[in-house]
């Protein structure tokens, strides 16, 4: 919740101006809802991708002030389901993210499913517990075909925000990383297949900025990132754009 349409709108030209068009790098966009038509009359289609921030399961009906996975048809690629903060402040859980799982596909947009741990969770060892059960309840009308439409991206709670700059709080190492996304693929083989877990992209979703991505970006298993307060700083999204491009160009050597 984030910028109005006129900063936005702005913050694109800013975007446009300083990021590069590589072949081999995606890069997503998510405004907020309000923003969404006019970036997309704004946006150079070669360039971004749209993403939605959030959708209703259901595609039409008596639901005031949601908008549908159906109404968001040729205007997004991608939407996020189970971000953290639909999890932990809008209490979004289980059978209802796997019903916009469902919603989203049948629509023709590309899930991104959110997961990942709280502090508390964390401390208690049960990371893997907690990833091996938000990938059942959300994939769990999903079948192998329909994974080649689904994104994962680990964002650990502790992890994100200003949570990850506070005295109490430390940001995600790479390795970190590295055995949540494992552990996320292992799930992902157990549920459709090794062939559908090496195929599925995994994102690292948690702090991410211009110091710290490269780190992220070269870890085996993660193919890319979610970046939150960064995506904001112009300088910042640009210099996260060029980083993964130079670490796709380095995994090719």
């Excluded at 009359?41 to 070669?46: K, M, N, S, V, Y």
């Excluded at 289980?94 to 799982?101: C, I, S, V």
Aim: aromatic content about 6%.
């Amino acid at each position: 919740m984030n910028l109005t349409i006129h900063e936005g709108s702005l913050l694109l030209h800013r975007l446009d101006d300083m990021i590069k068009n590589h072949r081999d790098v995606e890069v997503v966009l998510a405004p907020g809802a309000l923003a969404l038509q006019s970036i997309n009359l704004q946006i150079d289609h070669r360039k971004f991708k749209l993403a939605a921030q959030n959708f209703y399961w259901r595609d039409h009906g008596a639901y005031t002030g949601e908008a549908s996975a159906h109404q968001l048809r040729g205007l997004v690629k991608y939407a996020l389901v189970g971000h953290s903060e639909r999890r932990h402040v809008f209490h979004e859980h289980g059978r209802d993210l796997a019903r916009k799982m469902q919603a989203a596909i049948r629509n023709g947009i590309q899930p991104i499913l959110c997961v990942g741990e709280t502090a508390t969770e964390r401390a208690d060892g049960e990371t893997n517990d907690v990833l091996h059960d938000q990938l059942v309840s959300g994939l769990m009308n999903l079948t192998a075909e329909d994974m080649s439409q689904v994104v994962i991206a680990y964002e650990p709670v502790w992890a994100i925000s200003a949570g990850a700059h506070d005295s109490e709080h430390k940001g995600a190492m790479p390795q970190d990383a590295h055995d949540a996304h494992a552990a996320i693929r292992r799930q992902i083989t157990h549920l459709f297949g090794k062939k559908v877990a090496d195929e599925t992209p995994v994102l690292y979703g948690g702090s991410a900025n211009k110091d710290n991505a490269r780190g992220y970006l070269d870890t085996h298993g993660v193919d890319g990132l979610l970046v939150g307060g960064a995506s904001l700083k112009a300088e910042q999204f640009a210099s996260i754009c060029e980083q993964a491009y130079q670490a796709g160009k380095s995994d090719k050597k």
